[in-house]
């Protein structure tokens, strides 16, 4: 789906990009919704999408690079509306450089169901065990900013209840991977529930696969 990102702002951006361009393609964000960020020499600063920006025709020029205090270094746009929320993850995570955000309809529609995503195939068991729904906070508020950025410590991703997904990585092609891995488990859930059950791989085989794969 996508190559690695380089390393310089140029490097970021382009990836920020093809970021939300592809979670658009497979319906994990409308072209409102969903934003994205990446830490820029991993310091006080970040690129991030902008507001107001039809996502799947985002290019370069829209992202804007900005301080974790809110100050706007470069760009013509307006920076997401989310900003906070990503702004509390990096200063609560140092080894976080790339933060996700979208509204994925089946993980999302499962957690307003009141279900859980169990280990339900090897990969969601490997990455994405016991994923926490938060309570839901209005989008865009520095209350939802401090909820994620408390609730998110040692986590790969959070559910936003009613809401969508956060998912966080050292680069952003970790983070995304976490969103498509828990939205796969979730649609993977949802046929298993309509067809006759959820069986998840049993708690020994969980083990081993982490065992396997050293985590
Ligand atoms: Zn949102």
New binding site residues.
Partial sequence: MMEGEGDGEEGIGEMLVRCMQSLHARGLITGS???ASARLGGGEEILITPSGVYKAGLGVGDLVRMRLDGEVLEGRRKPSS?WRMHAEIYSGREDVNAVV?A?SPFTTGIAIAGRMIGPITPEVALLLPDVEVIEYAC?GTEMLGRLVGSRIVGKRALV?QN??VVAVGRDLLEAVTSVEVLEEGAITTFVASLMGGVNVIPKEEVELIKKVYKR
């Fill in positions: 919704g969903g934003n989310e955000h509204h989008p936003l809401h969508g």
